[in-house]
């Protein structure tokens, strides 16, 4: 989707790969500059390595795990230093664990709820009073359709993308006097690693399950964050944007 975005700071979480790259690639694309946040170093440098080869001095690196409040905050800081301000917050990072609520670990349903959902907290807190002062400015949360329906065997994940939605409407609320939009995307079942790691046969189950037949591509969720992000939306906050081939509506 082509929109400009030329002189706008975006910052996009878990932008080392998979659908947070192709966001990135998007906004350098559309002229902003981006701050690439991954758990790493390694994927941070890379991905921002890739974007400034589409243009040069488009992306500056950090590392962070997200989960982390404290040292979000500290970033925060590092980020506003860098780039002065930020436009456009992309809450992308996450992680899955697995497995039957009855059987789940304290571990694994933190881990989830941690990265998921305190995450894009952390982040807002991080960026706010910075938000707050651009006119035109937007956060959007990826969630998944699975916040939307839950899912047996993601109970964990499911309750993280379902409190993210409540944190979209709650914020969409709070800073909307300041013409400050939020959102977020649900997207279905999209190819990437998160996805990959599924057998075969649950993948042709999932398909069967989807009107438009196939997997979506980290393109169709980096184009329905670009027009959220793009000034056309501006009459829209607080809403859930499903990208899922029609699995739910
Ligand atoms: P991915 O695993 O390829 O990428 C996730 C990114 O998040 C990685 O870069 C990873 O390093 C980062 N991350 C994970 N934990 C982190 C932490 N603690 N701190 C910082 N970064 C961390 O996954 P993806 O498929 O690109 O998914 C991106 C987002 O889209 C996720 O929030 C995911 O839940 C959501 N989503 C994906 C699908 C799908 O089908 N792939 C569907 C619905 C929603």
């Not at 990265?115 to 969630?143: D, E, Y």
């Not at 649900?186 to 057998?199: C, K, R, V, Y």
Request: net charge neutral.
């Amino acid at each position: 989707m082509q929109t400009d975005l030329t002189g706008k700071i975006a910052v996009v979480t878990g932008a080392g790969r998979g659908i947070g790259l192709a966001i990135a690639k998007n906004f350098v694309a559309q002229g902003a500059s981006v701050a690439v946040l991954s758990r790493t170093d390694t994927n941070s440098q890379k991905a921002a390595e890739e974007l400034n080869a589409l243009r040069a001095d488009s992306a500056k690196a950090y590392a962070i795990d997200v989960s982390d409040g404290a040292a979000f905050a500290a970033l925060g800081k590092q980020i506003i230093a860098d780039f002065g301000k930020v436009d456009i917050l992309v809450n992308n990072a996450g992680v899955t664990r697995d497995g039957l609520a009855l059987r789940m670990s304290e571990e694994d349903w933190s881990t989830v709820i941690d990265t998921n959902l305190s995450g894009a907290f952390h982040a807002v807190k991080a960026f706010q009073r910075s938000i707050l002062k651009q006119q035109g400015a937007r956060i959007i949360n990826i969630s998944s359709v699975i916040g939307l329906i839950g899912n047996a065997g993601q109970a964990n994940y499911a309750a993280s993308k379902a409190g993210l939605i409540g944190l979209t409407k709650s914020l969409a609320r709070e800073f909307a006097g300041r013409g400050v939009t939020v959102n977020a995307i649900a997207p279905g079942f999209i190819q990437t690693d998160m996805t990959g790691e599924l057998s075969e046969e649950l993948q042709d189950g999932i398909r069967a399950k989807i009107p438009l037949g196939s997997f979506g591509t980290v393109d169709d969720i980096a184009d329905a964050v670009s027009f959220l992000a793009s000034p056309s939306s501006r009459y829209i906050t607080g809403q859930v944007l499903a990208v899922d081939g029609g699995m739910v509506m």
